[in-house]
Every structure is written in structure tokens, then in C-alpha cells.
């Protein structure tokens, strides 16, 4: 694997991650983005956690099965080791190649899930990052913030079956919203709060400017 430092060396293309509760729509404004970002011929490609590469792929059906009861523990194991494959055979070589890199979900979201929300030390959620990605960091991260209500009604309206972390009660859902407003405050130079409650193009161009002003990135051709 490539050493953190190794790769920020190395790497010129820019990696943006998307973070949030159920139902933020992380997923759609991925999308927009990738077009605004594509048509300003910036290169681009959209990636998710858990999966991404093969290998995480593999994993994801591991961790998303509602019926597996996973321990933390092993849960969080299972998350890097599929960050590990996704960040070794897809993240970095994309960045190397120059390619603007969007991720839907990162380690904030094992920081917010199994720790904020499962109770696991953030301690040890730190030291398995150290392991996995070295000094490694997105260069923006978007937390898409919305009530717990609202996220959970969006899912329900798109009907699709529930994963095994959609099924968990309304107050592990509050916790990891805590969690990722935690991790804003305490990052404020790599992350932005955006209110997700507002309609999908309000929120699309308040995230085209932040790209633009916090990574100079010219998306207005
Ligand atoms: N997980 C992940 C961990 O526990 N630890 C980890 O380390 C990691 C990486 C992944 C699960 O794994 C957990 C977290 C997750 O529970 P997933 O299937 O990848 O699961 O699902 P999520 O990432 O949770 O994504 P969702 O599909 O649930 O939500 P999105 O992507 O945030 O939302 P999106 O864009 O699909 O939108 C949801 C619905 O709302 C509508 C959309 O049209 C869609 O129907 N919508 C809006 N409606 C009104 N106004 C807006 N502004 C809207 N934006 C979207």
C-alpha cells in the first residue's frame, strides 16, 4: 500500500467525500456534481463505501445483510479492510492519475456509525485509520445534515428493502447525527455542514460553490 505521505506527494487530483445520515441525499448530489465537474472537463469518478472495488464489494454484502448481528469490533475490522482494497487498488491511483475523486461515505462514517452510534472508542476507530491510510485525508468533506425524521421519510418513500443499519432505532440515528456535526466542529478546515433539507438544486449549487471557493476548482465555464 502507498504510505499517506507517499501519495500526497504524488497525488494531483482532489478527493471530495460525502457524508450524512440516511436518506441525505449523498447519492443524488454525488451524481450532480460528477455532471458540473464533467462538464467543466475536470476528470472525474463517483466511488462509495462500503465496496468501491471489487474486494469492498465483496465486503459490503458482508456488512449491509440484515441478517448478520455483527460485533463492533469485527464490524469496524470489516469497514477497513474494505477501505483498505478500495483506497489501494481504486482511490489512490485515480488521485496519481489527476482524477477528482467523490466518495459516498469514508472513515467519517465509521467514526459516526460504529463510533458515535455503536459505542466503539474513537480511539481505536483512529489507530485502524493510521493503519489503513497513514496521514491520508479527503481534501473536502460535505456532511449533508438532516433530522432523523426526514431522512428516514425519504427512505420510505423510495421503498427500496431496509440494510441492516437502516433497521436501527431512531436514537442511534440522532447519535450519528450528533457524531457528524462532532466531526465538522473539530475539522473545520476539511468540512462543511450543508442544511439537506432544501430542495435537490439549492443544495447542488451551494456544493458546486463550496468546491469551486475551498479547491479552486473553476466549475463555472
Ligand atoms: N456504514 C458505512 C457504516 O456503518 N460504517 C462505515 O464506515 C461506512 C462507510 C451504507 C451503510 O453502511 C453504513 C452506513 C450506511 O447505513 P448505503 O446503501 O450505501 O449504505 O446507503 P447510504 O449511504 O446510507 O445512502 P442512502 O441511499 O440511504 O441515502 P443517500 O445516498 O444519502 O440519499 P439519496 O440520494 O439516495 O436520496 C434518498 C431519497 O431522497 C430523495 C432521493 O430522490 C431518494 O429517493 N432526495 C430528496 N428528496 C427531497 N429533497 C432533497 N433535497 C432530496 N435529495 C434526495
Avoid at 447519492?27 to 455532471?35: E, G, W
Avoid at 469497514?79 to 482511490?91: E, G, K, N, W
Avoid at 436501527?168 to 462543511?192: T, W, Y
Amino acid at each position: 500500500m502507498l504510505s499517506g505521505a507517499l501519495l500526497k506527494r504524488m497525488e494531483s487530483g482532489k478527493f471530495i467525500t460525502f457524508e450524512g445520515g440516511e436518506g441525505a441525499g449523498k447519492s443524488t448530489q454525488i451524481k450532480l456534481l460528477k455532471t458540473a465537474l464533467e462538464t467543466a472537463n475536470i476528470p472525474v469518478i463517483a466511488t462509495r463505501e462500503p465496496g468501491g472495488s471489487s474486494g469492498a464489494e465483496t465486503i459490503r454484502n458482508l456488512l449491509l445483510n440484515p441478517e448478520k448481528d455483527w460485533d463492533t469490533p469485527t464490524e469496524t475490522l470489516l469497514h477497513f479492510a474494505a477501505r483498505a482494497d478500495h483506497f489501494t487498488t481504486r482511490i489512490a491511483p485515480a488521485l496519481k492519475n489527476g482524477d477528482c475523486v467523490l466518495c459516498d461515505r469514508f472513515a467519517d462514517s465509521t467514526r459516526a456509525y460504529q463510533g458515535y452510534g455503536l459505542g466503539l472508542d474513537i480511539k481505536a476507530i483512529e489507530i485502524l485509520y493510521e493503519l489503513t491510510l497513514g496521514e491520508f485525508k479527503p481534501d473536502l468533506t460535505l456532511i449533508l445534515d438532516i433530522p432523523v425524521q426526514i431522512g428516514t421519510m425519504r427512505l420510505q418513500d423510495r421503498g427500496k428493502a431496509t440494510d441492516r443499519y437502516e433497521q436501527m432505532d431512531s436514537a442511534f440515528h440522532q447519535r450519528l447525527r450528533e457524531g457528524f456535526l462532532d466531526i465538522a466542529k473539530n475539522e473545520p478546515e476539511r468540512c462543511v455542514v450543508i442544511d439537506a433539507t432544501a430542495d435537490i438544486d439549492t443544495i447542488a449549487s451551494i456544493i458546486r460553490n463550496c468546491v469551486a471557493n475551498r479547491l479552486g476548482l473553476s466549475l463555472f465555464k
